[in-house]
């Protein structure tokens, strides 16, 4: 998504503003699309758009909340979300995971990924050197489709993963999930 301004020199506040709505707009596209926590960090914004901007702004918008001296310039960050319990394994079996219990199983995944192509994810298709497949960035899983549709991010003990596959374990445990890997 672009903003255009038409006017010849838009004023500073105008340009600011713009820039911390589509910034706004970004983070909360990329939640949504990975289910992680992206936020503004509040240090250094005053380095990129300067103290005297966010004066014009705090004086032009007094509902603003915000904090000249407590806000400093955007940082994107990424919360980390890194499991601290046991990860599954071959010789693990199952194991309880952030989600719940999981399983693995090894199956040939051209029907899944051929699936997700029609659902419009041309992520690549890949291994990892631990044996786990992988669609783009996620771990593939297969989860119970009336909890997580297909496309739905998930944690595991292996990392995020996306739902793409379903199975008969998904009506006797809804919650399980089922991680695909090459063990």
């Not at 899944?112 to 298709?125: A, H, K, L, S």
């Amino acid at each position: 998504m672009s903003v255009s301004v038409t006017h010849k020199k838009p004023n500073r506040l105008l340009r600011v503003l713009t820039w911390i709505i589509i910034i706004e707009m970004e983070l909360i596209c990329l939640t949504l699309m990975t289910g992680r926590v992206y936020s503004l960090s509040e240090e250094q914004v005053l380095s990129s758009v300067g103290e005297s901007a966010l004066v014009s702004i705090v004086s032009a918008v007094p509902s603003l909340s915000m904090s000249v001296d407590a806000a400093k310039a955007p940082v994107i960050y990424e919360e980390e979300h890194r499991w601290k319990g046991p990860v599954l394994s071959k010789s693990s079996g199952t194991v309880t995971g952030p989600s719940g219990k999981e399983t693995y199983y090894n199956l040939n995944m051209t029907g899944v990924v051929n699936i997700m192509r029609r659902m419009g994810n041309n992520d690549e298709y890949w291994v990892r050197d631990d044996g786990v497949k992988m669609l783009g960035d996620y771990i593939m899983v297969a989860a119970n489709l009336n909890l997580r549709p297909r496309g739905s991010l998930v944690e595991t003990s292996l990392g995020t993963a996306i739902v793409c596959d379903t199975g008969g374990f998904a009506s006797r445990n809804p919650t399980q999930i089922d991680v695909a890997v090459t063990w």
